[in-house]
């Protein structure tokens, strides 16, 4: 889908267009994290890296490669929740009096970051707890949680975002579209005359994006068991199948390269989350098993380092099995377990 000169291709249409890549380092296994200037009015930053000493320092030399500087920022708009993408986007708002743009339920969510990871922490460890991962790894993945908090921030988003807004540039125009999934604020600029589209974590050309099962923005019921167990896959799948149907020309992506060919990309990941759901309906064939238990079978020690991460893409298949009737969720005192059905 895509390849060496198909990615130089990417840049160069993006440049013609007056969108620049400055990847920015972060200290999360994903590597470099991709934040893009827009040099149109209002000059425009999308996502800002990690809020870092590193990461502030190469931002501002990527913007001076670029013959600007962090007070000359006019619009800052964030893709989605994650750490790695808005850390910076404080200092920076500080520093340029740029407006922050982001989707609406990101004002309360950043409004007080530490409340909210707190909540996002609590949530991950009582999901973790009931789907069998043992608690003195829960116990011990709390402190890797803490010490990575610190590369995000509160502050103030100026100007919430609608799925559908059109935001008005001198040279563009860009559409909003709320695409969760990876998180449950992706949101997506599209631009509907190029075809460009920035895609944050919405689809990434070298690696899949994460569903993270994570705890709905706007506070709605929320639990570790059905029927309120948020269900990240799923929903990831009903965005991928929406921007499947656009003429999109070139994702520019969070992380990693320009992705042309957007539709065979989607359609390739369908068949990855397709053989994966198969492959752990396999392995229940033997009798229930917890998520984090068909996580250790597939991917070892993985499944103890990144318990989350892992979890997460176990109970997404789950649940797509569910839905396909192959396979039934019982709550046990003790843990949620999964049995085949059927043949
Ligand atoms: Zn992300």
């Not at 999360?28 to 040099?39: E, K, Q, S, T, W």
Request: charged letters at 25%.
């Amino acid at each position: 889908v895509t390849g060496p000169a198909a990615d130089g291709d990417g840049r160069a249409q993006a440049e013609r267009a007056g969108i620049h890549c400055i990847p920015i380092p972060t200290p999360f296994l994903v590597g470099r994290v991709n934040c893009y200037l827009i040099d149109d009015e209002p000059l425009t930053l999308v996502d800002t890296g990690p809020n870092s000493g590193k990461a502030l320092d190469e931002l501002e030399q990527g913007l001076a490669r670029l013959g600007h500087r962090i007070e000359d920022l006019e619009l800052i708009i964030l893709t989605h929740q994650h750490a790695d993408h808005l850390g910076l986007f404080s200092i920076l708002q500080r520093r340029s009096g740029a407006q922050v743009a982001g989707l609406h339920p990101l004002e309360g969510y950043l409004g007080s970051f530490s409340a909210s990871a707190n909540a996002d922490d609590e949530f991950a460890e009582a999901l973790m707890r009931r789907h069998g991962v043992p608690d003195d790894l829960v116990t011990a993945l709390r402190a890797v949680g803490m010490a990575f908090r610190s590369f995000g921030c509160s502050g103030k988003i100026d100007r919430p975002l609608r799925d559908g807004d059109l935001l008005q540039f001198r040279d563009r125009e860009l559409r909003v579209l709320h695409r969760p999934g990876h998180s449950p604020s992706d949101t997506l600029l599209y631009d509907e005359r190029t075809g460009l589209m920035l895609g944050g974590d919405h689809l990434l050309g070298h690696i899949s994006s994460n569903p993270l099962i994570s705890r709905p923005l706007d506070g709605g019921a929320v639990g570790t068991d059905t029927p309120d167990r948020p269900r990240a896959l799923l929903q990831y799948m009903d965005s991928m199948r929406q921007t499947r149907e656009m003429p999109v020309a070139l994702v520019l992506p969070g992380h990693g390269d320009p992705v042309h060919g957007h539709a065979a990309l989607i359609d390739e990941r369908f068949r990855m989350h397709e053989r994966r759901a198969r492959k752990i309906r396999k392995l229940l064939a033997g009798g229930p098993l917890t998520a984090y238990e068909v996580a250790h079978t597939m991917w070892g020690n993985v499944a103890v380092t990144q318990a989350f991460l892992t979890l997460s893409e176990v109970l997404g298949h789950m649940d797509l099995l569910v839905q396909e009737g192959c396979i039934a969720e019982s709550a046990e005192e003790d843990a949620v377990r999964f049995s085949p059905v059927g043949p």
